[in-house]
Nanobody, 116 residues
């Protein structure tokens, strides 16, 4: 079994920062990629940022220059540093792990609300 535990969401004012964490545990014997997705009310879930086993990163155009994804291999943890947050960043943020021959695992989601 593989489990993903997210943390770090909350309420922040526009222009503020938050750091999300996603810790993976369990039987992970091959890591392919890990990423963050988000889903706002009434909208489809969308990719925010991802990082591959080789360290390559990918970002949605809407967050480039503001968000940074990173990974701590020793802790099987991925982080999303979010700066200059905007109200349109408000969403439930989900962590996704692709591992063990391309199986997909999802976290439970963490709410991020950007509002004054």
């Amino acid at each position: 079994q593989v489990q993903l535990v997210e943390s770090g969401g909350g309420l922040v004012q526009p222009g503020g920062s938050l750091r999300l964490s996603c810790a993976a545990s369990g039987s992970i014997f091959s890591f392919n990629a890990m990423g963050w997705f988000r889903q706002a009310p009434g909208k489809q879930r969308e990719l925010v940022a991802a990082i591959t086993s080789g360290g390559r990163t990918n970002y949605a155009d809407s967050v480039k220059g503001r968000f940074t994804i990173s990974r701590d291999n020793a802790k099987n943890t991925v982080y999303l540093q979010m700066n200059s947050l905007k109200p349109e960043d408000t969403a439930v943020y989900y962590c996704k792990l692709v591992a063990n021959f391309l199986k997909e695992y999802w976290g439970q989601g963490t709410q991020v609300t950007v509002s004054s």
